[in-house]
């Protein structure tokens, strides 16, 4: 069951990574490498900071300590949404959910996300919205 499970985990295109209480990455697998473009040798060791936008890291270890020191969270089901940086600086749109993790004594001990690259999406999206939008306006303009 242990290979099984490891080939699940490293074979998954999502990103699957483990940060411990501090918020430092302890395990990055395959999915991740390719999203983020950080070796697993060059991820694990590193801040959680390594594929945080700099602009939304004081909020996010805000709500990274808060639920460190509670052992609990408002996101226990369903996906968040939050935008990624890549290796190179490019910046992706993600939905991840969490799963935190405990010891035997019921102890915070970090927590595992499962990310999905979503930019494609996202794009599409805004571009329909953009498109409904002049149409919306053209139509308001039309005589009744």
Known sequence: MDRLLNQAVNGAPDAILISDREGII????????????????????????????????????????????????????????????????????????????HDEAGEMQGCASIMRDVSERWKKDRELKERLTVCETKLAGMPA
């Not at 395959?30 to 909020?59: C, K, W, Y």
């Open 26 to 101: 302890r395990f990055w697998n395959s999915g991740a490498e390719q999203m983020f473009g950080h070796t697993t040798t060059e991820a694990v060791g590193q801040s959680l900071d390594l594929i945080i936008p700099e602009n939304i890291r004081s909020r996010h270890w805000e709500g990274y300590r808060r639920v460190m020191a509670s052992g609990e969270t408002k996101y226990k089901t369903g996906l968040l949404s939050s935008p990624g940086v890549r290796k190179d600086g490019s910046r992706i749109s993600l939905e991840f959910s969490l799963v935190l993790l």
